[in-house]
């Protein structure tokens, strides 16, 4: 849809390019088959431009439908983006588990980290996933460094 982006993107010279997926794509209602296609073209034309970078996928977090009905796409979207990051050859981290996974809408609402919609999260909400990612990669780093050899 804008593919001034990809032009544009190695001007930051990227050693790693974070894409973190939201919930309003899933309210397509698209199979998960078809988004996955869609992502990998995405992460296809990132490194066509930048084939130097690494890629990082972040799964969808949990949300709702007419705040109450579970949202079982993003739930098959986390799936699927899992399942096949070693055979793209990307690296993810699972929000969607982190947030409570498709059940853990109404607990992250009742801790006051979700907006009323029940599909975006409030700033709360937003900064402990922030807080959650930084943890993971900084771990995940500490763990390449201790174990590298």
């Given at each position: 849809?804008?593919?001034?982006?990809?032009e544009?993107?190695?001007?930051?010279k990227p050693?790693?390019?974070?894409?973190?997926?939201?919930t309003?794509?899933?309210?397509?209602?698209?199979?998960a088959?078809?988004y996955?296609?869609r992502?990998?073209?995405?992460i296809?034309?990132?490194?066509?431009k930048n084939?130097?970078a690494?890629v990082l996928?972040?799964?969808?977090?949990?949300?709702?439908?007419r705040?109450k009905?579970?949202n079982?796409?993003v739930?098959?979207?986390?799936?699927e983006?899992?399942?096949?990051?070693?055979a793209?050859?990307?690296a993810?981290w699972?929000?969607?588990?982190?947030?409570?996974g498709?059940?853990?809408?109404?607990?992250n609402?009742?801790?006051g980290?979700?907006a009323?919609?029940k599909?975006?999260?409030?700033k709360?909400?937003?900064e402990?996933?922030g807080?959650?990612f930084?943890?993971?990669?900084l771990?995940?780093y500490?763990?390449?460094?201790?174990?590298?050899d």
């Open positions: 849809k804008y593919p001034l982006f990809f544009q993107l190695p001007a930051l050693d790693l390019i974070v894409v973190s997926l939201g309003n794509e899933s309210f397509d209602k698209m199979a088959a078809d996955i296609a992502m990998n073209l995405f296809e034309n990132v490194r066509a084939p130097e690494c996928i972040m799964t969808p977090p949990p949300s709702q439908f705040r009905y579970p079982t796409f739930a098959s979207y986390a799936k983006i899992l399942m096949q990051e070693t793209k050859n990307y993810s699972d929000l969607f588990t982190e947030m409570g498709l059940f853990g809408v109404n607990r609402a009742s801790q980290l979700m009323g919609d599909v975006h999260y409030s709360p909400g937003y402990k996933q807080t959650l930084t943890e993971a990669l771990n995940a500490d763990n390449f460094k201790t174990n590298r």
